[in-house]
């Protein structure tokens, strides 16, 4: 079952988005939950993860201290929640599952899942 990523948008630098992820009719249970991005051109790159049960986010440098992963139990949602935004920003961001250690968990090639993605454009 693929995941869904909403929330995405037109934003103009130093504005937020929060972006939602969604898995219909399955929990995150026991999943690490990953969010990428990715330019035309360019590879996914690395954003954020958590497992589903951690307290313990891991960021990318480059959205360090800007952008936050949470989730709602009751809504079975991983949000990530982004400020500060920059220009830079602008990709389609992805949602994905994962079973890996955490010393992967920045590598694309370990999730699966993956969904359409969701636009956000950082206007300057």
């Known amino acids: 079952v693929q995941l869904q990523a909403s929330g995405g948008g037109l934003v103009q630098a130093g504005g937020s988005l929060r972006l939602s992820c969604a898995r219909p009719?399955?929990?995150?249970?026991?999943?690490?939950i990953g969010w990428f991005r990715q330019t035309p051109g360019k590879e996914r790159e690395f954003v954020a993860a958590?497992?589903?049960?951690?307290?313990?986010?891991y960021y990318a440098d480059a959205v360090k201290g800007r952008f936050t992963i949470s989730k709602d139990s009751a809504r079975n949602t991983v949000y990530l929640q982004m400020n500060s935004l920059k220009p830079e920003d602008t990709a389609v961001y992805y949602c994905?599952?994962?079973?890996?250690?955490?010393?992967?968990?920045?590598?694309?090639?370990?999730?699966?899942?993956w969904g359409q993605g969701t636009l956000v454009t950082v206007s300057s």
């Open positions: 958590n497992r589903w049960s951690g307290t313990s986010p």
């Open positions: 994905a599952l994962s079973r890996v250690v955490r010393s992967s968990w920045h590598d694309y090639n370990e999730y699966y899942s």
């Open positions: 009719g399955l929990t995150f249970d026991n999943f690490v």
